[in-house]
């Protein structure tokens, strides 16, 4: 409610009105001196004195009834401000509540989380591992964080392996206009080889470029734009993307994105991921802990034969099974029928 200009009154005033200790508001007279005073209880002991005494005793009256009336609009004004204030403070209460209930708020802390792909190394090739993280706007961070953590134990069982020196650290992410910025400490160029370049820009590029507000990585180091990377002077163009001629020189034949080595699944799930294999084709199986295909599907790409493409596909296994399977990819030469670019997932069914 507006509080009027005309209507403002001090705290002190406002306090004694709702405590009901109205009060003239004029100021006290002063003392008269001793020779008006005399002159003053003549004029009271007279008629002169009695009607003046009357006309101030109505005039007091009449003023009392103005502020009293004054008081209750004063005390309506403090009222209705005071319920103003308080529904103002529930609704900025409640809008506060909400904003650290809300998935992806800045301040989330209901505990939701969800899954993010960290793109590790298969011998000389890119793999896919799964974190669960905060479900948050740092989730890009969190991704990042899991990646310079390197391979669990379940995905160096499963052979996998990480071209990101010990020690590197992420300094800051920021993203914009669809490009992330990206700094990373100065240990991140440490040590040599072609391979272990490319393995860990390819690494921190397709970690990043999983999210759709990121098509582009700018790499920074200790703070510093980088034009050349590590002692191998490597020239880095301006950002990175999944779409550079040598990215394909990292992927797999066949990339399975999802699921991930240890995900749990039900006996319905969808596997998906990218490929560049021959006429786009290539084979699903899974297999239960003795070995024996419970599936064997053929699965198609949306391009191949030299250009890379995706795929998905719905798997469905017998109702009631449970425990390890192996989800297995390849792709059947065309030579004699062998599998090229094998992959095989352990998974848990529940």
Request: charged share 20%.
């Given at each position: 409610?507006?509080?009027?200009?005309?209507?403002?009154?001090?705290?002190?005033?406002?306090?004694?009105?709702?405590?009901?200790?109205?009060?003239?508001?004029?100021?006290?007279?002063?003392?008269?001196?001793?020779?008006?005073?005399?002159?003053?209880?003549?004029?009271?002991?007279?008629?002169q004195?009695?009607?003046?005494?009357?006309?101030?005793?109505?005039?007091?009256?009449?003023?009392?009834?103005?502020?009293?009336?004054?008081?209750?609009?004063?005390?309506?004004?403090?009222?209705?401000?005071?319920?103003?204030?308080?529904?103002?403070?529930r609704?900025?209460t409640?809008?506060?509540?909400?904003?650290?209930?809300?998935?992806g708020?800045?301040?989330?802390?209901?505990?939701e989380?969800?899954?993010?792909?960290?793109?590790?190394?298969?011998?000389?090739?890119?793999?896919?591992g799964?974190?669960?993280?905060?479900?948050?706007?740092?989730?890009?961070?969190?991704?990042?964080?899991?990646l310079?953590?390197?391979?669990?134990?379940?995905?160096?069982?499963?052979?996998?392996?990480?071209?990101?020196?010990?020690?590197?650290?992420?300094?800051?992410?920021?993203i914009?206009?669809?490009?992330?910025?990206?700094?990373?400490?100065?240990?991140?160029?440490?040590?040599?080889?072609?391979?272990?370049?490319?393995?860990r820009?390819?690494?921190?590029?397709?970690?990043?470029?999983?999210?759709?507000?990121?098509?582009?990585?700018?790499?920074?180091?200790?703070?510093?734009?980088?034009?050349?990377?590590?002692?191998?002077?490597?020239?880095?163009?301006?950002?990175?993307?999944?779409?550079?001629?040598?990215?394909?020189?990292?992927?797999?034949?066949?990339?399975?994105?999802?699921?991930?080595?240890?995900?749990?699944?039900?006996?319905?799930?969808?596997?998906?991921?990218?490929?560049?294999?021959f006429?786009?084709?290539?084979?699903?199986?899974?297999?239960?802990?003795?070995?024996?295909?419970?599936?064997?599907?053929?699965?198609?790409?949306?391009?191949?034969?030299?250009?890379?493409?995706?795929?998905?596909?719905?798997?469905?296994?017998?109702?009631?099974?449970?425990?390890?399977?192996?989800?297995?990819?390849?792709?059947?030469?065309?030579?004699?029928?062998?599998?090229?670019?094998?992959?095989?997932?352990?998974?848990?069914?529940?």
């Amino acid at each position: 409610m507006r509080q009027w200009p005309a209507l403002r009154v001090s705290a002190r005033v406002a306090y004694a009105l709702r405590a009901g200790r109205v009060q003239r508001l004029s100021s006290p007279r002063r003392n008269p001196k001793p020779a008006q005073a005399a002159v003053i209880d003549q004029i009271k002991s007279g008629p002169q004195g009695r009607t003046l005494a009357h006309g101030r005793k109505a005039a007091e009256t009449g003023e009392m009834r103005r502020l009293l009336a004054l008081g209750l609009v004063l005390l309506a004004l403090v009222g209705c401000s005071k319920d103003n204030n308080a529904n103002t403070s529930r609704t900025t209460t409640t809008q506060r509540e909400t904003a650290t209930t809300s998935p992806g708020s800045p301040t989330t802390t209901t505990g939701e989380t969800t899954v993010v792909a960290v793109y590790l190394m298969r011998v000389d090739k890119l793999a896919v591992g799964h974190r669960r993280v905060a479900k948050d706007p740092s989730v890009l961070k969190a991704a990042l964080d899991e990646l310079l953590r390197g391979p669990t134990p379940t995905e160096v069982a499963a052979g996998m392996t990480t071209g990101i020196p010990e020690g590197s650290t992420l300094r800051s992410v920021a993203i914009r206009d669809g490009t992330a910025t990206i700094d990373l400490s100065k240990s991140f160029e440490s040590g040599g080889g072609a391979l272990s370049i490319f393995s860990r820009l390819a690494q921190l590029t397709f970690t990043a470029t999983q999210f759709p507000t990121v098509q582009r990585v700018k790499l920074r180091l200790d703070g510093k734009d980088v034009s050349v990377f590590s002692g191998e002077g490597l020239v880095l163009p301006v950002t990175l993307s999944r779409t550079e001629p040598d990215a394909e020189n990292v992927l797999p034949g066949i990339l399975v994105e999802d699921p991930a080595p240890g995900d749990t699944v039900g006996t319905r799930f969808t596997a998906r991921g990218n490929s560049n294999t021959f006429e786009a084709t290539h084979r699903l199986q899974v297999l239960d802990s003795s070995g024996t295909v419970l599936l064997d599907d053929v699965v198609t790409a949306t391009s191949g034969t030299g250009t890379r493409g995706t795929w998905e596909h719905a798997v469905q296994l017998p109702a009631g099974l449970k425990g390890p399977v192996t989800l297995r990819v390849f792709e059947a030469s065309a030579k004699d029928g062998s599998p090229l670019h094998q992959v095989d997932i352990v998974l848990t069914v529940k």
